[in-house]
């Protein structure tokens, strides 16, 4: 099991790499909503209950996609522009833009959901960024895997480094990263290198995400 998304009646759907599929958790019952996937990575929900999420493929192929499941529970590819092991992703808080990473590259990407139009926000050299949520201000949390580091992106797209751990103890290889608390002025980073999570004061509130009451499951 990778990423994760909540909606608003405390449901989880969860990108299952080891079956390749997309599930739901509901009070205990595991529910199915696609599968025949490479690697579901990470989903992401809209404003209205739309649902994206990365399936990366394989290391070094370049086959990753980006998924649309709509609320009437239709799949389809939302772009196969961003092929390079695409990863974590949020939608913005208007719901007009869906920001991806890209871990093999590695880049920041933005895709306009009206359009389809991918653009590179940044690139992050010598880096493999994982996981991205957004700050209150509009700018950017991306979390890497390698180097063990914490960058915050802004809006200029200049970055600065929020937190490291040379030594890899306490961040460690972070995956994703989340805002949490009643002001979501918090961080929790998820360290695939040792298996824990880590809560950080980074001086930065995060933008709420979005949870729907209704979406694919209930099609």
Known sequence: MLGLAVDGRGRLVVCCQGAGALC???DGAVQTLCNGLVFPNYPAFAPNGTLFFSDSGSWGSDD???YRLGVDGELEVLTD???HFPNGCAVTPDGRHLWLVESRVPTVNRIDLASGEVEEISRLDGTVPDGIAFAADGDAIVSCYRPDR???LRRDGSTVVVAEDPQGTLV???TNVVFVGERRDRVVAANLGR???T???IGVRGAPLHY???WAADA
């Open 64 to 66: 990753g996609r980006v």
């Open 150 to 152: 914490i960058v915050r």
């Open 199 to 201: 809560l950080l004061d």
């Open 212 to 214: 729907p009451e209704r």
């Open 172 to 174: 460690a290889a972070p």
């Open 24 to 26: 739901v958790l509901d």
């Open 195 to 197: 298996w824990h999570l």
């Open 81 to 83: 522009r961003l092929p």
